[in-house]
């Protein structure tokens, strides 16, 4: 075998996920050329908002940027701006995975106290999937019930689907559609010839709210955008970017997050047909301890071994897990202490994981059970 065929192959794009092995984070930043989030900005950044930073910005899962730091400069010499996240609506059931992006851009809304816009991508799965047009709207109300479950204020919130907001999207939608070609579109999407003329102008609807003036009722002058998302939406970014300037607007910052794992191991990848890979906000609470305790672990197979080795962490999913949703620093330092040393057994760290998971899926589908109509058309409101 040459050396090039050893490389892990990844594949990164908005629809495409893939690697050999596991996701290499370092070769994503160089191949699309944001910047890795150093200790130094993070100083910044609390220092700035003047109280501790997400945990998730600590330990590095947020790990990738793109002029977050103008957006901390500006906003130091008092100028705001505005949050922009959004979601492809293909499934009723969201997972845990779905949520990261959304938990973030709540805390940084209410850290920043700004303006938040929710994009429903209707359109985009109608393009991507089989399914009338009426189901993916349908999905996207749902899904709307979930993300408004993660407590984020109606005041400041708007959220919307495309196919219906499009009036008001349309005219950046144009200049933008003027600037991209469709060679471009190729190169950045993996678009051919062959796949729908829907999808070779789609990048520009997902590039529209990045830009102030799409939301008429709720800027009037130009400001700034900040998106928090996982990294695979970046080159949607990276062709926003490159036409912002054009059409004099600000570039819009970004915030990338890393992908959170499948049950079935951290190279695995989570499937929405395979109803095992992931926890469900709708599973019950056997279901996630079933799901937790048949999880992928690093720990090793007899427990004389593993007083031996300890637990292998970087590839033991229920630690994994815990580095995103146990928010108590020293106690993850503990475990991790105690596990990899092998102190501390396998089935001791999957039921504390199974405690936290119960906990955090129960009280969301309290709260989402309270989401009545009228709550929801609060947010979709202008
Ligand atoms: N394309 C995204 C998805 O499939 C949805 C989306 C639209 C989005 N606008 C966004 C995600 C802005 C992050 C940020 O899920």
Not at 49 to 54: L, N, R, W
Not at 92 to 111: C, D, N, R
Not at 338 to 363: R, T
Request: aromatic letters at 12%; one cysteine or more; a positive charge.
């Amino acid at each position: 075998m040459n050396k090039m065929n050893k490389m892990n192959k990844q594949i990164i794009t908005p629809f495409t996920v893939q690697a050999d092995e596991r996701i290499d984070y370092d070769k994503i930043v160089n191949q699309f050329g944001s910047t890795k989030i150093s200790v130094k900005l993070l100083e910044r950044f609390q220092k700035i908002i003047g109280k501790k930073i997400h945990h998730w910005l600590t330990r590095n899962l947020f790990f990738s940027h793109r002029d977050l730091n103008l957006i901390l400069d500006n906003y130091e010499k008092g100028k705001t701006f505005y949050l922009y996240t959004g979601r492809g609506p293909s499934s009723e059931a969201l997972h845990l995975g779905h949520l990261i992006p959304f938990m973030m851009t709540k805390w940084l809304q209410e850290v920043f106290n700004v303006k938040l816009v929710i994009q429903l991508t209707d359109d985009e799965k109608f393009l991507w999937k089989s399914g009338k047009l009426v189901d993916f709207q349908y999905l996207a109300r749902e899904n709307a019930k979930d993300i408004i479950a993660c407590g984020f204020d109606s005041e400041n919130t708007f959220i919307f689907t495309d196919s219906n907001y499009i009036k008001e999207l349309y005219p950046n939608v144009l200049k933008i559609q003027k600037l991209v070609n469709f060679n471009q579109i190729k190169g950045i999407f993996g678009i051919t010839q062959s796949d729908c003329i829907g999808k070779i102008s789609f990048p520009a609807i997902q590039a529209a709210p990045s830009f102030y003036d799409s939301f008429p009722h709720l800027f009037c002058e130009n400001t700034p955008c900040l998106i928090p998302c996982a990294i695979d939406q970046d080159p949607y970014f990276r062709m926003t970017r490159d036409v912002a300037p054009k059409l004099g607007y600000i570039k819009p910052a970004i915030l990338h997050s890393k992908f959170f794992p499948s049950l079935r191991g951290i190279d695995k990848k989570m499937s929405s047909s395979d109803l095992s890979s992931s926890i469900y906000l709708t599973d019950t609470m056997e279901m996630i301890k079933k799901k937790i305790n048949k999880s992928f672990s690093g720990g090793k197979e007899s427990i004389e071994k593993h007083r031996e080795y300890g637990a292998d962490l970087e590839i033991d999913v229920p630690f994994q897990y815990l580095t995103f949703f146990m928010e108590d620093d020293d106690k993850l330092e503990q475990i991790r202490s105690d596990y990899s040393s092998g102190k501390m057994l396998s089935g001791e760290v999957k039921k504390i994981l199974i405690d936290i998971l119960q906990k955090l899926v129960l009280n969301h589908q309290k709260k989402r059970e309270k989401i009545s109509d009228d709550i929801i058309n609060k947010f979709f409101e202008k």
